[in-house]
């Protein structure tokens, strides 16, 4: 699905990305790192928002390193952002369905796809005339990932999911990224490490530009290091 190698990146003159190798295929990688690690500025570099430095960049076999954000999109790789982003005088439906509407392959199953995410998430179907805005900070992030999901993406990324929410949304929003990993690929940078490993099936921690772990799931949750720097035991 997407392939990473030897990718450098930064901005101005300062270098923040120094030579990744990182894959996601069938599955839910994470990506783990304090802040400043280069998280956000990789996850910019794959959806074309950063132009890389050196390296390369594969989706399905093809070099998209450098490819127009939008056009990432109609590829079939999806973001949920940090801040989600969202358009707060506007309802919860319209929010969703902006998410198809410039997605050729999408749009044409707009309603389909309004089923399947409020199946997923219920409190959005009961809510879906509710102005965006007005919902807490854990039903606006479950709006953020099923607007994403709206795209019918072949890989979702999501930044920093758990960011400012309360511990029992976390464990929510986790809950579904295990559901979801059964049909999408899925990438997570995350600082939540210890819900993280419950739902991803291998991760990478990045530090100072640079990965210094890769392991399975469980190869990172018994890791004497990430257990101290991450974990906190």
């Known amino acids: 699905m997407l392939k990473i190698q030897g990718l450098e990146c930064g901005y101005g003159r300062m270098k923040v990305i120094d030579g990744v ?6 599955e839910s990688v994470g990506l783990f790192g304090p802040n400043g690690a280069g998280k956000t500025t990789l996850i910019c570099a794959v959806m074309g928002m950063n132009k890389p430095w050196a390296g390369s960049i594969e989706l399905d076999g093809k070099r998209v390193e450098g ?13 949920v952002p940090q801040e989600r982003e969202l358009f707060p005088g506007m309802s919860v439906e319209d929010n969703l369905v902006l998410g198809a509407a410039y997605i050729p ?6 309603q389909d796809h309004l089923e399947k995410v409020f199946a997923m998430f219920p409190i959005l179907k009961e809510r879906r005339k509710q102005y965006a805005g007005t919902m807490s900070g ?24 758990s960011l400012g929410l309360q511990p029992s949304i976390v464990a929510e929003v986790f809950e579904v990224l295990k559901e979801l990993k059964k049909t999408v690929s899925i990438l997570v940078t995350e600082q939540n490490v210890r819900e993280s490993l419950r ?25 004497p290091y990430v257990l101290k720097s991450y974990l906190g035991l």
């Open 105 to 110: 392959h999408a749009k044409e199953k707009t």
């Open 199 to 223: 739902a991803i099936d291998r991760g990478y921690v990045l530090e100072n530009g640079k990965i210094v772990i890769e392991d399975s799931a469980e190869g990172l949750r018994t890791n």
């Open 67 to 79: 490819t127009e954000t939008h056009l990432m999109a109609r590829m079939g790789v999806a973001l």
């Open 21 to 26: 190798n990182l894959e996601v295929g069938a």
């Open 138 to 161: 854990g039903q606006q992030r479950m709006v953020a990932i099923a607007r994403a999901l709206m795209s019918d993406p072949k890989l979702l990324i999501l930044d920093e999911p």
